[in-house]
């Protein structure tokens, strides 16, 4: 690799060729300069702001609403033997509440939100837009012209300057960076298994509270028949139901609210001392290394606050802050009190302490809501886990998968079938391999507490870069959330050996996935960047390509969004023809949630008129979907588009017109004109007017027998003319032109990339959907071109 000066050397000896290439092919620019709709919540009537924090407790809240079923049977596995030590850990679990989900969650890290989104690759989507951190360089300055594309500018000298300056100094850091997004991300998929797995068994147990004699295996049995069901039902969508969820969620939270005051008042007021944090430093004096590894079992009083965060996308911050003051966190709060109070009095019901706390009248009616609740938090848990691997897909992070759209009304609702049904294998296997509560519960507590510390580092540098908070703040943050989070880590780390190993084992399998996928891809991408065709060499070839230019428009699809691809010169080497239209196709996805309509497509002339080859751009955001059956169609009314305006354009000349070689003058071009009275300039786009007006090429749209276009005819007749023209080409027949690239590690690589490349990265890409399925490419019009790949 050359140094930069002797890069910046070379190009200055290239000379004007190279001047032309760059003319010739430019990035694009818009049409016309957008504002930037930066996302500021909006203002809502006070009904309104209601009805939304109802609708969020089924969507948000449900994960975090059924852990009473199973925190004091995983704090104390072992029994309870001082009814202080139910104090302590109700202490524990009350501040837990408060700093973790309360303060944290809900009135700051909601807030780093992305245009709306949460989770954490809307984190990491914050921080492209902010630092060039991203692996796969295929941005360009035009995607910053996006009225989604919002991001703040700071000073030079600033902390947030100097850490942007920090991430990108090294490619080291920015792949860092990246792991420990997928590793949270591979976390959050670990939660999608262990959370429905948990509840739906936790449950399931009230049936074995009733009927003491039953065996434990009918509760598994029962639980998994639920969780199959749950898992079969995914391809319908929750929009159908989902209108129940908030109904049963919140009759879930008022039923745990009112039975937790009736235990305080029927068992031990007394519990309530434990709102003073003194007693959390008597129950680790009393108990010591148990004390210390019971935060295993109260951590999961705080699950499901990653989902709270990762859900944010369905309703604004300040209905989900309302929803949590005034129904979650005291309904929870009462409700582990009560439990307190009964286990005071009531010892060897540690066990499913929540079901035998429940008074007889009300029992069976508790326990039909409890399962719905339970199936509720599954769905939402199932739900994040399908947008999250969309996310990650669509940053090139993900093997491509069927992605299924299942409600017309609300964009985020998706189905993704291959991981549905993974994750109904996990999860039935982990219920019906550990078959209890405690090993489910520790396995729950790891992923958790990782997605959690993920998040406080990423928070981090979004403090810096986007919030440009003082160094102070962020210490602050920062070092307080790292000591809550470290502790309770430590904590779960001595229960690996109890169950804690499976969301490693998970997250390590998807991790390795993913990371290998975004290594062959980057690498893929490298090869096409560096291999790209020289436009000299194109030009050299005439309007004709050195082919049969036969009717109809090919549609060459690559992953560059400038330049000719490898593809293009592999195809016109090999094949005699090629057709009468070439248009360059790049759909790409940016860090931002979503690309609006309008501004979606970039088309862009190559070359003069009469090559008649084009670029068009799609882009896309993370949570956009591309209607395949409207894709081909939208982009050639963009194109159409693109000839009117172009076409609307000519003849509105600038001073600052761009020459052959960057240095004529005006008068130059005056000259010019007289000397070549046929020549003619279209301003939209100076690469074409240099090219028309130097190169002298014959237009198949006006006979072979002159050069350019008649200095006499209207720009409106050129515009009907190709116009016609293209649309001929169309209804002559489209063909989809890709390329079956074959990804091999070159032979001096090391060992580790033989396998990660030769290996892994062929096998997913044997196992992952053909590009042609992506792009619901008609087997009759589709050409694959096949080439071998040398990184």
Not at 321 to 336: K, S
Not at 568 to 577: E, G
Request: hydrophobic share 45%; glycine share 6%.
């Amino acid at each position: 690799m050359a140094s930069g000066l002797e890069i910046e050397d070379e190009t200055e000896n290239k000379g004007s060729m190279w001047v032309l290439e760059q003319k010739l092919d430019q990035p694009m620019d818009e049409e016309a300069g957008r504002l930037r709709n930066m996302y500021r919540e909006k203002k809502f009537s006070a009904l309104l702001l209601l009805r939304l924090a109802f609708q969020s407790l089924g969507v948000v809240y449900g994960d975090l609403g059924t852990s009473p079923l199973y925190v004091f049977y995983n704090t104390f596995p072992h029994g309870v033997r001082d009814p202080e030590d139910v104090i302590g850990a109700l202490s524990l679990i009350i501040y837990s509440l408060t700093l973790i989900p309360l303060l944290k969650y809900v009135f700051i890290v909601c807030k780093a939100n992305d245009n709306g989104q949460g989770g954490t690759f809307a984190l990491y989507s914050l921080l492209c837009r902010h630092a060039k951190i991203n692996t796969i360089p295929n941005q360009h300055r035009t995607d910053e012209e996006l009225t989604t594309y919002s991001r703040n500018t700071f000073h030079e000298h600033s902390y947030a300057a100097k850490t942007k300056r920090w991430l990108e100094k090294y490619a080291s850091r920015k792949h860092a960076l990246l792991v420990l997004v997928l590793v949270g991300t591979c976390m959050v998929i670990g939660d999608g298994i262990l959370t429905p797995a948990i509840s739906v068994l936790s449950a399931s147990g009230g049936i074995k509270v009733d009927h003491p004699k039953m065996s434990n295996d009918i509760v598994v049995l029962v639980a998994v028949v639920i969780l199959i069901f749950l898992f079969s039902l995914q391809h319908y969508g929750t929009d159908k139901v989902g209108w129940l969820f908030a109904p049963i969620v919140l009759l879930w939270f008022i039923l745990i609210g009112g039975i937790g005051i009736f235990n305080i008042r029927k068992y031990d007021s007394s519990v309530l001392r434990a709102f003073s944090p003194v007693y959390i430093v008597h129950y680790f004096r009393r108990g010591g290394r148990d004390a210390w590894t019971s935060l295993g079992g109260i951590m999961l009083s705080i699950t499901g606050t990653e989902a709270l965060f990762a859900d944010l996308a369905h309703f604004p911050v300040s209905a989900i802050q309302l929803a949590f003051t005034v129904v979650v966190f005291p309904c929870l709060l009462l409700a582990y009190c009560g439990q307190a109070a009964y286990l005071v009095k009531h010892k060897d019901h540690v066990i499913d302490a929540f079901y035998h706390s429940i008074p007889d009248r009300i029992y069976w009616p508790v326990f039909l809501v409890a399962t719905l609740a339970a199936i509720v938090a599954s769905q939402a848990t199932i739900s994040a886990t399908f947008s999250i691997i969309k996310q990650a897909l669509a940053l090139g992070c993900f093997p491509r998968v069927k992605v299924v759209h299942t409600s017309k009304k609300f964009l985020g609702q998706i189905y993704i079938p291959d991981i549905n049904w993974i994750l109904m294998i996990l999860c039935i296997a982990v219920t019906a391999g550990f078959k209890n509560q405690s090993q489910i519960g520790n396995a729950y507590g790891t992923a958790v507490v990782i997605v959690m510390l993920a998040t406080t580092l990423l928070m981090t540098l979004i403090m810096l870069l986007v919030w440009h908070c003082h160094w102070i703040v962020v210490v602050i943050f920062t070092g307080l959330s790292l000591i809550v989070e470290c502790t309770y880590f430590s904590a779960v780390l001595f229960k690996v050996d109890q169950g804690g190993w499976v969301p490693l084992v998970i997250a390590a399998a998807f991790l390795l996935i993913m990371y290998f996928w975004h290594y062959g891809t980057l690498k893929r991408y490298e090869f096409e960047m560096h291999s790209k065709v020289s436009m000299a060499w194109i030009l050299g070839l005439g309007p004709s390509l050195g082919l049969v230019r036969v009717p109809g428009i090919g549609l060459v699809y690559t992953e560059l969004a400038s330049g000719v691809p490898h593809i293009f010169s592999h195809f016109i080497t090999n094949l005699p023809a090629i057709h009468s239209v070439v248009v360059f196709v790049c759909v790409k996805y940016l860090p931002v949630y979503t690309v609006p309509e309008e501004e979606r497509f970039l088309v862009k002339r190559i070359g003069p008129k009469n090559f008649h080859m084009f670029r068009c751009v799609a882009r896309y955001g993370y949570k956009d979907h591309k209607k395949d059956d409207e894709f081909e169609n939208k982009l050639f009314d963009n194109l159409f588009m693109f000839v009117r305006l172009e076409s609307m354009m000519e003849g509105c000349s600038d001073s600052d017109e761009y020459s052959l070689y960057g240095q004529q003058t005006e008068r130059s071009k005056d000259s010019l004109l007289r000397d070549n009275p046929n020549s003619a300039y279209c301003n939209f786009d100076p690469t074409i007017s240099s090219v028309d007006s130097i190169v002298q090429v014959k237009s198949p749209l006006h006979g072979n027998n002159h050069s350019g276009v008649s200095s006499g005819q209207t720009s409106n007749q050129t515009e009907v003319n190709e116009l016609e023209f293209l649309t001929n080409c169309r209804d002559a027949g489209v063909v989809h032109i890709l390329g079956n690239t074959v990804v091999r590690a070159s032979r001096d690589s090391k060992i580790c990339k033989k396998i990660a490349v030769d290996y892994i990265y062929a096998f997913l890409r044997k196992i992952c959907r053909e590009n042609s399925v992506i792009f619901n490419v008609p087997h009759e019009s589709l050409l694959n071109v096949g080439q071998i790949f040398y990184v």
